[in-house]
C-alpha cells in the first residue's frame, strides 16, 4: 500500500514538473493564409504569426521549397498578445507577419508553401507546409485594409474627417469609393506611396502606391450613428469592399472650427534677412515691415471651414503671428507688381487641396501666403536669432484655429550680405521614385536660383555626368508656388536619355544646378529602373 502511495506520489510530482514544461514552450508560429487546398490567383496573401522567448531576426518564405524573399515582420497583433497572454514578455512583441507573391509566377496545378523562422538563439522552425492550388484564369478582386479609422470602436466624427488605407489588384485599381449608410458620398485619392505595403509584396511593384486618402466632411449627413465602408474596383470592374466602421457623427459650431496647413517655411529652418540696418518703406497701405528689394521669405499654407455649407462659416481672416504678435493679415491684401502676385491674400488656388477635398466648397480657393521680410523686421527691433511663427484663422462664427497648432513653428532669423550663397530651389518631375522606363524618354523638372538666377542644369545618373538639359520652359505653376524668385516662370527644365544606353537594373537620377555666380548645388536625385529586355 505505501508503495502504491509513494509511486502515485513520484507520477503527481512528476506530471506538475511535465506540465509547465511543456507548457512554457520556446516557439509558436501559425500560417493564417491562404489555407490548405485554397485555389488562389492574383498576388497571394500570406498572413500569420510567429512568438518565441528568443527574438526573431528575420522570416522567409518558400514556394515549391525554393526561397522567394524575407517576409514582414514585427506587426502588432493584439488578438495574439491576448491569446498568448501568459507568455513571458508578450505585452513587448510584435508576433504578425505578412508578405505575398505572384501566382502569375507559377503554373496552374498544386504549389507548397511555408516560411522558415529565424531566432536570435541560432534556432529555424518550419512553420505552416501546405499545399495550396494556383488558378490562373481567375480574376482576383482587389484587396487591400483601412488603416483610419481602425477596428477598435465607435468613431466620433466631427467637421473633416480622414479616411487612410490601401488597396492592390494585379489588374489594376479602377476607383475607391467611400460610402456612408450604402451609398457612395465621394471617391478616395489614390496612388499614395505606401513603403510598407510595398516591402511585404516585393514581386508587386505597384504596391509601393497603393496608398489611398478621402477626407469625409461630416457636416453633409445627420448628426447620429452612421455606417462607413471603402469599395475597390479594378480595371476589369470586380469590385470588393475592404472595410466597413461604424461613426457617430456629431457637429457643433464649437468644432466646427478652421483648419488646415502650414506648409512653409518648414521646422527649424534658418530664415535669411538682408539689409537689416535699412528701414522699410511702406508698401502697402496702412504701412508693413517689407521691402521687396530684400530676400523675401515666403510663408504659405491652406486653410478651410466646413460652416460654409449652411452659410454660418467660411474662412474670414488668417493672421502671421510672430512670436505670438500679430505682424501681417489677410485684411492687407494686394497684389504686388514687383512680384507679380498677390501677397498677404486669403483664397489664392490651391489645386492640391482641392483634389484631396473635392466635396469641400472652398478648397480650390483655399491658399494663403505671407510675404515675411526678416531684414526689415531686424531694423525695427525684433533681435536676430530663435522665433516662433504661426498662422492664426478665424472664420465668421469667431472660432478659430492656430496652424500649425498653438506651439507653432520654430525658426531663426539671421543677417546676411546681398551676395549671400542662397540655395537652388527645385524638383525632378519624372521619373518618379521607382519608376520602370525604357527606350528613348525626357527627364523633366524645374529649377530656380536666388544668386542672380541659373546659368545651367546638369543631369548626372549614377554619378556620371551625361550633359546640361534644355532650360528655361514656362512653368506657371512654379511662378505661382515662388513669386519671390526672380525667373520662376521660365524655370522648366528637359533632359531626353536614351536608356539603352544604361543596363537594365537599378539607376539614380541626380541634377545640379549652377548659378550665374558660380555657385553649385543638388537639388534632388530619384532611383529608377530601366527595362529595356520587356
Given amino acids: 500500500m505505501w508503495r502504491r502511495m509513494i509511486r502515485g506520489l513520484m507520477l503527481g510530482s512528476l506530471c506538475s514538473l511535465l506540465i509547465p514544461a511543456a507548457y512554457a514552450q520556446p516557439f509558436a508560429g501559425v500560417v493564417e493564409l491562404p489555407t490548405e487546398g485554397q485555389t488562389v490567383s492574383g498576388v497571394v496573401l500570406v498572413r500569420g504569426f510567429a512568438i518565441s522567448t528568443a527574438d526573431i531576426s528575420r522570416i522567409e518564405l518558400y514556394v515549391d521549397d525554393t526561397y522567394q524573399h524575407d517576409v514582414n515582420i514585427n506587426i502588432p497583433r493584439i488578438d495574439i498578445i491576448e491569446a498568448y497572454a501568459d507568455w513571458e514578455g508578450i505585452q513587448n512583441k510584435k508576433p504578425g507577419f505578412t508578405t505575398g507573391f505572384l501566382a502569375s509566377r507559377f503554373p496552374n496545378g498544386p504549389h507548397t508553401i511555408h516560411v522558415m523562422v529565424y531566432t536570435s538563439d541560432g534556432q529555424v522552425h518550419e512553420v505552416g507546409r501546405r499545399v495550396i492550388e494556383v488558378d490562373n484564369r481567375i480574376n482576383q478582386s482587389p484587396f487591400?485594409?483601412?488603416?483610419?479609422?481602425?477596428?477598435?470602436?465607435?468613431?466620433?466624427?466631427s467637421g473633416s474627417f480622414p479616411i487612410v488605407g490601401w488597396a492592390a489588384d494585379t489588374d489594376g485599381i479602377s476607383r475607391i469609393d467611400v460610402l456612408i449608410d450604402g451609398l457612395v458620398t465621394q471617391g478616395a485619392v489614390y496612388g499614395d506611396p505606401r513603403p510598407d505595403v510595398g516591402n511585404a509584396f516585393p514581386d508587386f511593384p505597384a504596391a509601393q502606391f497603393s496608398g489611398f486618402i478621402a477626407h469625409f466632411d461630416s457636416t453633409r449627413v445627420l448628426d447620429g450613428i452612421h455606417q462607413l465602408a471603402v469599395r475597390v474596383t479594378d480595371q476589369l470592374g470586380l469590385s470588393r469592399t475592404i472595410g466597413q466602421r461604424t461613426i457617430q457623427v456629431f457637429n457643433s459650431e464649437a468644432n466646427l472650427r478652421p483648419f488646415g496647413s502650414f506648409?512653409?517655411?518648414?521646422?527649424?529652418?534658418?530664415?535669411?534677412g538682408t539689409n537689416c540696418g535699412v528701414?522699410?518703406?511702406?508698401?502697402?497701405?496702412?504701412?508693413?515691415?517689407?521691402?521687396?528689394?530684400?530676400?523675401?521669405?515666403?510663408?504659405r499654407g491652406w486653410a478651410l471651414d466646413l460652416g460654409t455649407r449652411e452659410n454660418t462659416g467660411r474662412v474670414a481672416y488668417a493672421e502671421l503671428m510672430v512670436d505670438g504678435v500679430r505682424w501681417f493679415s489677410t485684411n492687407d491684401c494686394t497684389f504686388s507688381s514687383d512680384l507679380g502676385a498677390y501677397v498677404n491674400c486669403y483664397g489664392l488656388p490651391r489645386f492640391d487641396v482641392a483634389r484631396y477635398y473635392p466635396t469641400y466648397p472652398d478648397a480650390p480657393r483655399s491658399g494663403f501666403m505671407f510675404t515675411l521680410d526678416v531684414?526689415?523686421?531686424?531694423?525695427?527691433?525684433?533681435?536676430?536669432?530663435?522665433?516662433?511663427?504661426?498662422?492664426?484663422?478665424?472664420d465668421q462664427e469667431q472660432t478659430f484655429a492656430e496652424l500649425p497648432g498653438t506651439a507653432g513653428v520654430n525658426v531663426f532669423f539671421t543677417c546676411v550680405e546681398d551676395n549671400f550663397n542662397f540655395a537652388p530651389l527645385g524638383f525632378i518631375d519624372f521619373p518618379n521614385k521607382m519608376d520602370f522606363i525604357g527606350g528613348t524618354v525626357a527627364f523633366h523638372g524645374w529649377a530656380v536660383d536666388r544668386n542672380q538666377g541659373v546659368r545651367v542644369v546638369n543631369v548626372y545618373v549614377d554619378g556620371h555626368f551625361m550633359g546640361p538639359a534644355a532650360y528655361g520652359f514656362i512653368r506657371p505653376d512654379v511662378r505661382d508656388a515662388h513669386p519671390t524668385v526672380s525667373g520662376s516662370l521660365?524655370?522648366?527644365w528637359v533632359y531626353t536619355i536614351d536608356t539603352n544606353q544604361l543596363s537594365d537594373g537599378r539607376h539614380r537620377l541626380t541634377v545640379e544646378v549652377i548659378d550665374n555666380q558660380g555657385n553649385e548645388g543638388i537639388i534632388g536625385s530619384v532611383d529608377f529602373f530601366v527595362d529595356n529586355l520587356n
Avoid at 506648409?263 to 535669411?272: G, I, K, N, Q, T
Wanted: glycine letters at 8%; a negative charge.
Fill in 490 to 492: 521660365h524655370s522648366g
Fill in 279 to 299: 528701414i522699410p518703406p511702406c508698401q502697402i497701405s496702412p504701412c508693413l515691415p517689407v521691402d521687396f528689394d530684400n530676400h523675401i521669405t515666403p510663408v
Fill in 375 to 394: 531684414g526689415a523686421l531686424i531694423s525695427m527691433g525684433v533681435a536676430p536669432g530663435h522665433h516662433v511663427l504661426k498662422v492664426r484663422v478665424g
Fill in 144 to 157: 487591400g485594409a483601412v488603416d483610419i479609422p481602425d477596428t477598435s470602436m465607435v468613431h466620433d466624427a
Fill in 263 to 272: 506648409d512653409e517655411p518648414l521646422r527649424d529652418s534658418e530664415l535669411h
